[in-house]
């Protein structure tokens, strides 16, 4: 019959191998795959400046035009991606995963501006409403750099 000082020491070698194969397998040598994304935003052809933006990753639902179906859902599973936009309108994407990586992970978004945080925007930009369907804005984020990556709004 075994110990308690034996089974303790069992139970502590079996959570270290539990702890350091939970590391490793969460910790690859790059996390996901991104591609950097860089890019300007305008409202009737004018920069936007102090604009938030974010790249929320949608599921595989494409319509014939190849983009995501305007009803497409965010894909939960994958982080979004932030940026706010300079004095002439530009972005850079970082990862919100936390590991400070520029980009955003490969595949459809969904451009989101946050309602709180964008006064400067017309309201269809940040509704949820069906009206403001014709308002949903999707980008592809492929492999490597992704420059210039215009995202044109319009107040009308």
């Known amino acids: 019959m ?5 089974i303790a020491q069992s139970f ?3 959570a270290i191998l539990l702890l350091v194969s939970a590391t490793l397998v969460g910790c690859g040598p790059k996390g996901a795959e991104l591609g950097t994304v860089n890019g300007k935003v305008t409202l009737d052809g004018q920069p936007v400046s102090g604009l938030k933006l974010e790249f929320m990753p949608v599921k ?3 319509n014939i035009t190849g ?3 305007k009803t497409a859902e965010p894909d939960l599973s994958r982080p979004n991606s932030v940026g706010t936009t300079n004095d002439n309108g530009e972005f850079e994407l970082s990862y919100s995963k936390g590991d400070n990586r ?3 992970v490969l595949g459809w978004h969904m451009v989101v501006f946050p309602p709180e945080t964008n006064q400067k925007l017309p309201p269809q930009y ?8 014709d308002y949903i804005i999707f980008k592809k984020v492929e492999p490597g750099e992704n420059k210039d990556v215009m995202i ?3 107040s009308k």
């Open 2 to 6: 075994r110990t308690h000082a034996a």
């Open 67 to 69: 983009e995501p179906a």
């Open 60 to 62: 595989d639902q494409q």
């Open 12 to 14: 502590l070698r079996v």
């Open 152 to 154: 044109e709004l319009r």
């Open 126 to 133: 940040s509704s949820v409403e069906p009206s403001a369907m």
């Open 102 to 104: 520029k980009g955003a």
